[in-house]
């Protein structure tokens, strides 16, 4: 037995856990803009389903009982085959759902994105011919004397009156 004081015993054992438990790569991966954001979708996503689930089932499932001849909940409806029970109302419920959602996604993230996308997107030229790189076999224009790929300093073409790029 050392003749240590039991704090600074305790205070050793902390300290070596702490080295070994190095968490700066995790703690930079888990800051990234992406996972971030990936959990904000998450929790969005989530609270979204929540509300449309509930317009499906507190609003527009007791009006499609209406013209059924009973106002009672849809989700609840069920055919009776042998000892089980096929519930078709709550599966009406849930594709409902899930086409609401998908109108939804389309209409609100899926087509601004892709109309964001095409406002931005590099247009390029058709009418330039293209050569292949060497290198790295992409097709880059053919007046390009670097490829835009590999960086790759592209050979003159034969009989070509250019000044070489410094």
């Known amino acids: 037995m050392t003749s240590t004081d039991p704090k600074d015993r305790i205070e050793q054992i902390v300290r070596r856990g702490s080295r070994r438990l ?42 499609v009982g209406v013209p059924l001849g009973k106002a009672t909940d849809f989700s609840t409806r069920y055919w009776k085959l042998g000892g089980s029970k ?7 419920n849930s594709l409902l759902s899930l086409i609401l959602i998908g109108i939804v996604v389309y209409y609100f993230v899926v087509r601004p994105v892709n109309a964001l996308m095409d ?24 007046p390009a004397t670097r490829c835009a790929f590999c960086t790759v300093t592209l050979p003159e073409p034969a009989g070509s009156k250019r000044p070489h790029p410094a």
Not at 86 to 92: E, H, T
């Open 22 to 63: 190095d968490l700066t790569g995790f703690r930079s991966f888990i800051l990234r803009g992406n996972v971030v954001d990936l959990a904000i979708g998450i929790v969005i996503g989530t609270a979204f389903t929540a509300v449309v689930k509930s317009l499906v089932n507190d609003f527009i499932t007791p009006l």
């Open 86 to 92: 096929f519930l078709y109302g709550d599966f009406a």
């Open 119 to 142: 406002r931005f997107k590099t247009s390029t030229d058709d009418d330039v011919p293209n050569k292949t790189c060497p290198e790295c076999l992409s097709s880059i224009p053919e």
